[in-house]
T-cell receptor, first 110, second 116 residues
Framework: ELKVEQNPLFLSMQEGKNYTIYCNYSTTSDRLYWYRQDPGKSLESLFV?????AVKQEGRLMASLDTKARLSTLHITAAVHDLSATYFCAGDFGNEKLTFGTGTRLTIIP | GAVVSQHPSRVICKSGTSVKIECRSL??????MFWYRQFPKQSLMLMAT?????????EQGVEKDKFLINHASLTLSTLTVTSAHPEDSSFYIC????????????FGPGTRLTVT
């Protein structure tokens, strides 16, 4: 069964701290995506990771992909309040459809 | 570029009525569009894949007679929720894949459906 699991599901962290969200998946993925969702809103694309070892960074967010470990990470550096949101990873497992992870609800505390 | 719109953004309907939601790619042609449903505090679940000019492919457990999908052109797909019930209340999000960039999906702003 195809599974995409994220942990933690909930994350409360202080401003200025660093943390990592993990995305594990159960089968070979062609591509791995990260999205942000604010309450009541749709998805905002953050990163698309296309190959093993891919690393992408934008501002305080950095995503990486290890296809051998079937693991992607989203690292947050020196968190600020504006990063509070729900983050989803999603995989394209060869059928060009996206399977979403469970989501991580991130709350940044001043 | 790569903007996807949905209409309406919010809709309230009575139980037993039908509701149509439109998904449009505004500045690109989309061979494939996807329809997702998201219940509160949950992840997105793919309902169906819509290809222009052909029948939609529904995911397991999604009733094709209840959720009618039409993809009449390369820029428009519609989802009609027929005989809606309160349990159909949800956030419906479409996405579109651009012909030239097959790995990118662009998401619409979503439609919040409330069935009373």
């Amino acid at each position: 069964e195809l599974k995409v699991e994220q942990n933690p599901l909930f994350l409360s962290m202080q401003e200025g701290k660093n943390y990592t969200i993990y995305c594990n998946y159960s089968t070979t993925s062609d591509r791995l995506y990260w999205y942000r969702q604010d309450p009541g809103k749709s998805l905002e694309s953050l990163f698309v990771l296309l190959s093993n070892g891919a690393v992408k960074q934008e501002g305080r967010l950095m995503a990486s992909l290890d296809t051998k470990a079937r693991l992607s990470t989203l690292h947050i550096t020196a968190a600020v309040h504006d990063l509070s949101a729900t983050y989803f990873c999603a995989g394209d497992f060869g059928n060009e459809k996206l399977t979403f992870g469970t989501g991580t609800r991130l709350t940044i505390i001043p | 570029g790569a903007v996807v719109s949905q209409h309406p953004s919010r809709v309230i309907c009575k139980s037993g009525t039908s509701v149509k939601i439109e998904c449009r790619s505004l500045d690109f042609q989309a061979t494939t569009m996807f329809w997702y449903r998201q219940f509160p505090k949950q992840s997105l679940m793919l309902m169906a894949t819509s290809n222009e000019g052909s029948k939609a492919t529904y995911e397991q457990g999604v009733e094709k007679d209840k959720f009618l999908i039409n993809h009449a052109s390369l820029t428009l797909s519609t989802l009609t929720v027929t005989s809606a019930h309160p349990e159909d209340s949800s956030f419906y999000i479409c996405s579109a894949r651009e012909i030239a960039v097959s790995y990118e999906q662009y998401f619409g702003p979503g439609t919040r459906l409330t069935v009373t």
